[in-house]
């Protein structure tokens, strides 16, 4: 195995790494949050569109019972 040697840093260049990393995390958070939003977002799209899907599917049933009614020979 290959011995290395340490390695020195200058503390405030160290500070600087810090506070970067600091900075990332932080953004990483409201990356986090934001997707968090807009996944709820989503979810609600999800059930407003399964909503009026299912409103035009009976307003669909409707019309056909219509049409097939006025369709039907008078019993005579």
């Known amino acids: 195995m290959e011995r290395q040697a340490p390695l020195f840093v200058k503390v405030d ?3 600087d790494v ?4 600091d900075l990332v995390k932080n953004k990483l958070g409201e990356a986090k949050s934001k997707i968090s939003e ?10 407003e569109l399964e909503i009026w899907s299912n409103e ?3 307003i669909e049933r409707k019309i056909d019972f219509i049409d097939q009614t006025l369709l ?3 019993n005579v």
């Open 38 to 47: 807009i996944t709820e977002l989503k979810n609600q799209e999800d059930s």
């Open 72 to 74: 039907e020979p008078e």
């Open 13 to 15: 260049e160290y500070k």
């Open 56 to 58: 035009l599917s009976d």
């Open 18 to 21: 810090l506070d970067i990393v």
